[in-house]
């Protein structure tokens, strides 16, 4: 159902041709569906799901921001950084 809706959502009217955008989102929306099977799966091994729920939470952090680290820009960091600081925790 992800790939067909994302297949309806890239479809311009014109021939069916792939580029790379229509491909990451095909990536993104299968990545999407297998998280949520091995999440459901996981689950089901463990009574403690707000723990499995924070570590899934901290491992996506911590990968997000290696990625973050490693593709960006010096002022990108610091703008990062700057907000991180900044913004009044709630």
Aim: glycine fraction near 4%.
């Amino acid at each position: 159902a992800a790939f067909v809706g994302t297949a309806l959502l890239s479809f311009d009217g014109t021939a069916f041709v792939l580029n790379s955008g229509d491909i990451w989102s095909i990536a993104a929306a299968a990545s999407s569906a297998m998280f949520i099977l091995r999440l459901e799966f996981a689950s089901k091994q463990t009574t403690n799901s707000a723990g499995l729920n924070a570590a899934s939470l901290c491992v996506v952090t911590l990968l997000s921001l290696i990625w973050t680290m490693l593709t960006s820009h010096t002022d990108t960091i610091q703008q990062i950084v700057y907000v991180t600081k900044s913004h009044p925790l709630e």
